[in-house]
């Protein structure tokens, strides 16, 4: 359930919000000649990359999945309850993208002073999944405690 005391849903909104702009930023990257592409993800530490048919194709298809990410996200910032079911899967989507990242990272041995991006990356996944999840989270226990408080001593009915 989405939370309906204006804090929560406030933060809600700000998680997506987030998610929205940093998944929507890729938009760039999809419009972008493949110069000023390769010229950008040089200064992210990607290295000189040669123009490669395939490599343009892959660019634009990541992009443009990356920048739907932020269209759906603004939506739902926009309309929490209808997209309540979206927002459900935003929040672990971000954890997981942000676990996969840092072990990415590990793994390659990136460091700041060669890659300068990645960690801003990492930290915009697990912001974004946090101000989704602790709504979320809270919500749903606020609403289990008020069940449970409603019904004190009652069992659960069986099905004979």
């Known amino acids: 359930m989405i939370p309906t005391t204006r804090g929560w849903l406030n933060t809600l909104q700000l998680g997506l919000l987030v998610s929205a702009i940093g998944w929507g930023i890729s938009f760039y990257f999809t419009f972008a000649s493949w ?15 040669a123009y490669r048919p395939m490599f343009d194709y892959w ?61 801003a990356d990492i930290i915009f996944c697990f912001l974004a999944g946090t101000l989704i999840q602790i709504p979320l989270i809270y919500n749903w226990k606020r609403l289990r405690n008020i069940d449970s408080a409603a019904s004190p001593g009652s069992l659960p009915v069986s099905s004979v």
């Open 35 to 49: 110069k000023v592409a390769a010229d950008e993800l040089y200064g992210m530490g990607a290295g000189i990359i």
């Open 59 to 119: 660019l634009r298809m990541a992009s443009s999945v990356f920048g739907c990410i932020g269209i759906a996200s603004i939506l739902a910032c926009v309309r929490p309850k209808t997209f309540a079911s979206l927002i459900y899967l935003l929040g672990p989507f971000h954890f997981v993208i942000g676990i996969t990242l840092a072990a990415a990272a590990y793994n390659n041995q990136l460091n700041t002073r060669m890659h300068p991006t990645f960690v």
